[in-house]
DNA sequence: CCTAAGGTTAAAGTGAACTTGAAGGTCAAG
DNA sequence: CTTGACCTTCAAGTTCACTTTAACCTTAGG
């Protein structure tokens, strides 16, 4: 597979995934002949891994510290797990704070909906404000 | 409130706060005789509801469209009841993606829970990627 | 053979989100 | 009345995550 193809399989730009293999996050890509890269079918797995990775707000460092280098002399295993339970940690974190993020906007939407339909000018705008600041923390913040 | 104590409250530098506001996302501050900011108590909340919503993968510039402006000549309710829903569904999307790649990573230390305990080379590293590749596509990328 | 589409590298450019720096004003304590 | 902590503005600097550009090579098709 080339990288055009890979690139329109995962909707990334081939210049992304170049960028991605010079950062380490694909480790060692094959080569034909002629210079182009060569890519197993995996690796449309693993860009999407990235991605949703990327999504769920970790910065590419982290990403390649958790992805195993395939060209790598060897694992730790140690090592390795205690830095997936932590990722996992984070994201539970992560999606706690989405939540309450939710919430809030819930709350928001349903507040505007059931306020009366003629007055929609500053004040209202104002109390909606209020009312959703007063509500709990809601949003842990790092 | 001084533009400090805010900045201690939220855990965010005064730069940041000062940044927030030439962006449009606090409003107009009030300024004491001397020229400082003074902040009501609410905008504390304000900033962790930016900073959360931020989390949740919104620019600064998507988060002000949300944020009715104080200062402004009023709202557009439907307008605004349009973009909220938006960014519910948004949200929703982004809390399932999290799910699925959590749900990845929890996979993956199974896996390597379970393996030889004394088989920790590369072959194995490759097995469990291998695996790991070729779960569902989990993630939905943008 | 020529052309168009796609591949290669290295280096420079971009946009978002901040931070830092310079140069200065304010204010309470000693 | 000076020192230190804090405030002000504005411009410039930084980091991250890419993209674009330039110069060049490869391959398939008319």
Redesign the interface.
């Known amino acids: 597979m080339k990288i055009g193809e890979l690139a329109r399989e995962?909707?990334l730009a081939p210049s992304r995934i170049r960028y991605y293999e010079s950062l380490g996050l694909i480790g060692a890509v094959e080569r034909r002949l002629n210079g182009y890269r060569s890519y197993p079918r995996?690796t449309a797995?693993?860009l999407?891994?990235i991605?949703?990775?990327q999504?769920?707000?970790f910065s590419l460092d982290e990403i390649r510290s958790l992805l195993?280098q395939?060209s790598?002399a060897?694992?730790d295993?140690p090592k390795?797990?205690t830095g997936?339970?932590q990722?996992?940690a984070d994201?539970?974190a992560?999606?706690a704070?989405?939540?309450?993020?939710?919430a809030?906007?819930?709350f928001?939407?349903a507040r505007?909906?059931s306020s009366p339909p003629d007055g929609?000018?500053?004040d209202?705008?104002?109390a909606?404000?209020?009312d959703?600041?007063?509500?709990q923390?809601?949003?842990s913040?790092?």
């Open positions: 995962t909707g995996e797995q693993l999407r891994i991605t949703g990775t999504r769920a707000g195993p395939k790598g060897g694992w295993r390795l797990l997936l339970k990722k996992l994201l539970a992560l999606q704070s989405l939540a309450a993020t939710q809030d906007l819930e928001l939407i505007i909906e929609d000018c500053f209202n705008a104002q909606v404000l209020d959703v600041s007063q509500r923390p809601a949003i913040n790092a």
